[in-house]
């Protein structure tokens, strides 16, 4: 019985693999599912999930495979089918509703209705006269008692407790979690370490121990070094806001793994290119921004630049004095990156864009020409080549 | 084993979902990882665990420099070359310097121990994977002696995480899993109850009512947990606060008195503040 659902599992998006659905089942022969549904989901949702951000989706899928609504994975409140919706309602309503809807402006019109309320309702709802939800008088949702409502979901449990537990959803907004992923990018940022030893000397060095017990005519005289740490210098500038909102996700994994894998680690945000200043602070970049010319004194050269942008805009902006977006700029931001550049020989470009678009944006050519080709796609791979290139 | 049922205790409120997520982990004798908001009893659960159950607990509290190593054994070779240097006897028995770590003090027990990896999220990323055949097999070689270390009651072992690094997959596969979702405000009551059983009973709405108003603030950078409300209780219970004085609606300071167990930071005070000016000026006395 279990197999069909751990099937629907996977093609849901979900990486539960043969050992986890194997504990499961060894747990329910030793009984522990007991008799209830309660347990039975509880101990399902402890053996095959094991992350808070697939919750949500075992909770849709737990949901709708005992419910036997097999057709319906796709995110219930975004992009219910239209078929299903037809059908459930096909099948629910009698000759008399039917004709009652009918007298409402007809099927079609129910549908355009609930599709305009779906786009506008972004949580689940309970009570109230207009929102989808359960137990109110709006036409769309469930336990309502409006007769030409439609009904979504959880039919013929009402009175079942255990039904609610997964149907609340209440791990929906952990389903965004920003630390997806980045176990990936810190293992190719790892690449990027070099160790050095500083601070306290507090591991032993054999070798110097052995060389100095033996000059020291077989009397022992221990030698302590500091431990290894991860000694490379990384300044990271990230493209802020503008064209960049699509990427702001993949921005932020690179972001959150290079902050805790770099100890020595400097970010500044710029928008479109680097002019005259850049910021810390997005909230308060007017206020509080750190002239470049800053940043290339107090940081040596042994940082290593990593710029995050699409390099999506206009040329102007980066070849004319005057040509930014956001102020005035006296000199044009190829002088500026020009400057950082002979600051940090050691600088790439990361560009969340795909590669093939690159050559048709004007911009992208123009900023690889600047950082002579040193531009590499914002995925695992690309990442990759640009550490390569950072050495 | 049937017996060996987890149902929280008289201090700890354990959820249903909990209490199947770790009767499983004991049932099967296979790891619980437990994630969950910082402060929502993630450690607690293992001492409680243990104490309900009546079993030793060993606890490991893992730091960014730990190593999988250190939990098994070490090998203390500084010792051993002084005592050679010295002339002491000890020296030609390597296993006198084998220094035990925690899982191999818990694989020795006697009666199946509680082992607790706590914030197993510290360390460094490759350290879940070097636990992976000890956890498996539940046993490891020490080279030094050449000697197998099996356990002889496969410990229950919990694990925390406060999701600072991801863990790998083959780690999680091993796992049960369960993510200890924030109480609603029912079980805080209960949980409040257990900590301050003579909690007066309009004091414990006000206070509840006020801390959730507070955890519903967006863009709060760090939420209030349950820990933070305990200690906030046992405060208003020091300072013998009266419950009339939690009303934020009707006071004219209404934000929270003694904040600072709540709100953890600078910016959060600021912003909580903001939002109650605004709020005043809104809908004015």
Not at chain 2, 185 to 200: E, G, N, Q, S, Y
Not at chain 2, 215 to 243: M, N, Q, Y
């Amino acid at each position: 019985m279990l197999i069909p659902f751990f099937y629907m599992l996977r093609e849901g998006g979900m990486k539960t693999s043969i050992t986890e659905l194997l504990t499961l089942l060894e747990a329910m022969k030793k009984g522990l599912a007991g008799q209830s549904v309660d347990d039975f989901y509880f101990l399902a949702r402890a053996s095959l999930v094991k992350d808070e951000a697939d919750l949500d989706r075992f909770d849709r899928i737990f949901g709708a495979y005992f419910k036997g609504v097999q057709d319906s994975l796709a995110d219930l409140t975004q992009e219910l089918p239209e078929d299903w919706l037809r059908h459930q309602a096909e099948l629910m309503l009698s000759e008399e509703e039917r004709a009652k809807i009918e007298a409402m402006g007809g099927f079609e019109e129910l549908m355009k209705a609930l599709q305009e309320r779906l786009d506008e309702q972004d949580e689940r709802h309970e009570g109230g006269n207009r929102w989808i939800g359960t137990a109110g008088t709006s036409p769309f949702g469930a336990y309502g008692y409006n007769p030409e409502g439609v009904r979504m979901g959880q039919e013929g449990s009402r009175n079942r407790s255990a039904v609610k537990v997964w149907d609340k959803r209440e791990y929906r907004n952990l389903d965004d979690s920003v630390e997806l992923g980045t176990r990936n990018i810190k293992i190719a940022l790892r690449k990027l370490r070099k160790f050095a030893r500083e601070g306290a000397a507090d591991q032993l060095d054999l070798d110097d121990t052995i060389d100095k017990t033996a000059r020291n005519a077989g009397l022992l005289d221990i030698r302590m070094v500091p431990e290894r740490h991860n000694a490379v210098k990384v300044l990271l500038c990230l493209d802020i806001g503008g064209s960049m909102d699509d990427h702001v996700r993949v921005c932020e994994e690179m972001f959150s793994a290079a902050r805790t894998e770099f100890k020595h680690l400097e970010y500044f945000y710029f928008h479109n290119f680097v002019y005259e200043n850049l910021w810390k602070d997005n909230r308060r970049r007017r206020s509080e921004k750190t002239p470049t010319l800053d940043i290339t004194h107090k940081y040596a050269s042994d940082y290593k630049l990593i710029f995050v942008g699409d390099a999506t805009m206009s040329p102007y902006e980066i070849v004319y004095a005057g040509g930014s977006v956001e102020h005035w700029n006296e000199e044009p931001g190829a002088v500026w990156i020009k400057r950082l550049l002979n600051t940090y020989p050691k600088a790439v470009w990361l560009n969340p864009e795909p590669q093939q678009r690159w050559d048709y944006t004007p911009s992208t050519k123009l900023v690889r020409e600047l950082m002579d080709d040193r531009m590499y796609p914002l995925t695992i791979a690309g990442l990759d080549e640009a550490i390569k290139t950072l050495h | 084993m049937a017996e060996d049922r987890f149902s929280g205790t008289s201090s700890y409120i354990a959820t249903d979902d909990l209490m199947m997520a770790v009767n499983a982990a004991v049932t099967l004798e296979r790891p619980i990882l437990v994630k969950g908001e910082p402060g929502t009893g993630k450690t607690q659960l293992a001492i409680e665990v243990a104490s309900a159950l009546g079993r030793p607990l060993h606890e490991w509290h893992i730091k960014s420099t730990t190593k999988a190593q250190q939990g098994l054994y070490e090998y203390d070779a500084v010792a051993r070359l002084r005592d050679s240097q010295l002339g002491d006897d000890r020296v030609h028995d390597i296993g006198n310097y084998i220094v035990r770590g925690k899982v191999w003090e818990a694989f020795e027990s006697e009666q199946q121990p509680v082992l607790l990896i706590d914030e197993i999220d510290k360390a460094d990323i490759e350290f879940p994977n070097d636990l992976l055949q000890e956890l498996d097999r539940m046993e490891f070689f020490v080279y030094e002696t050449k000697q197998l270390v099996k356990a002889r009651h496969r410990p229950i072992i919990v694990i925390t995480s406060n999701n600072e690094k991801e863990l790998p997959d083959a780690f999680l596969r091993r796992c049960f899993f369960h993510y200890i979702k924030f109480p609603d405000k029912d079980t805080m009551a209960r949980i409040v109850d257990v900590h301050f059983p003579k909690l007066k009973k309009d004091l414990l709405r006000e206070a509840l009512e006020a801390f959730y108003k507070v955890r519903d603030v967006r863009g709060l950078k760090k939420k209030p947990s349950t820990s933070e409300l305990l200690d906030w209780i046992k405060l208003l219970l020091a300072e013998d606060i009266p419950p009339e004085a939690l009303r934020g609606s009707d006071s004219r300071k209404a934000i929270p008195p003694l904040h600072g167990a709540l709100l953890k930071n600078e910016q959060d005070v600021h912003l909580f503040e903001q939002l109650v000016f605004l709020d005043r000026r809104t809908n004015p006395q």
